[in-house]
C-alpha cells in the first residue's frame, strides 16, 4: 500500500434499537471524546444538582434543588462503535453509580466503514481501493422508569452495587499496604535468608 494514500471513510449508520420516549438524549461516543465532557453533559440531563442555601451560606441552610438549564430526562442512551465502545460503557457505569435506580438495557450491533484508499501518482495506471470492514456497536440505554426484564441485555437498578463496593474496599487497602501498613522491605519486614544472625565462626 506504499502507492497509496487513505482518502475518504464512510460508516454505515447503526439504528437505535430501542423505544424511547420523546426528547430522549443521545450521547454519541467516539474514540476522541473527553469522558468529562460526556458525563457532564449526560448528568445534566439526568441528574438533579442539590444546591445548598441560595443565599451564598449565609440563609437558613436548607437544601434546593437547582433548577435546570432544560427539562430533566427519564431516559438517556449512549451509543458507540470501534474504539468508543469502552468508553461509552464507562459512562454508562458511573451515570448508573451517580443516579441510583437506573435500569439499564443493553443491545450489541455492528456497522459496515469502508475506506477508499486512493493512489498517489494516477498516471501511473493504478485504481481506487475500496475496504471494507466490520465494527463492534454498542446501545445503552438508562432509564428511570422500568424496562421489559423479558428482553436480552436488561440489568435491574443496584445489580452491581456490591461490586462497586468491594472494589472501593479493595483501592482502600491498596492504599494501606502502599503507605507501609503492611510487610514488606521496611524496617522489620525483611524477608528470611534462612542464616541465623546469631551464628560466630568455628573456633
Known sequence: MENYSKGRSTEQPSVCPFTLVPDTPEVRVKDGSKIRNLLRYALS????????????GEGDGDVYEDPPSRPLC?????????????????????????????????????????DVWDPLEPAAGLDSITVSRKLPVIWILLSK??????????????????????????????YKRKRGGGGGRGRGGGRNTGRSRDLKAPI
Do not use: M
Request: aromatic share 4%; charged share 30%.
Open 45 to 56: 440531563r439526568i441528574e438533579a444538582k442539590p444546591q445548598v442555601d441560595k443565599n451564598g
Open 74 to 114: 427519564r431516559q438517556l442512551v449512549f451509543t458507540a462503535s470501534g474504539k468508543g465502545v469502552s468508553k461509552a460503557i464507562t459512562c454508562a457505569e458511573v451515570v448508573k453509580r451517580r443516579v441510583r435506580g437506573l435500569h439499564q438495557l443493553t443491545s450489541l450491533a455492528s456497522s459496515t466503514l469502508t
Open 145 to 174: 422508569d422500568p424496562l421489559d426484564h423479558s428482553l436480552p441485555g436488561y440489568q435491574a437498578p443496584g445489580r452491581c452495587d456490591n461490586l462497586w463496593t468491594r472494589d472501593d474496599k479493595e483501592e482502600v487497602g491498596t
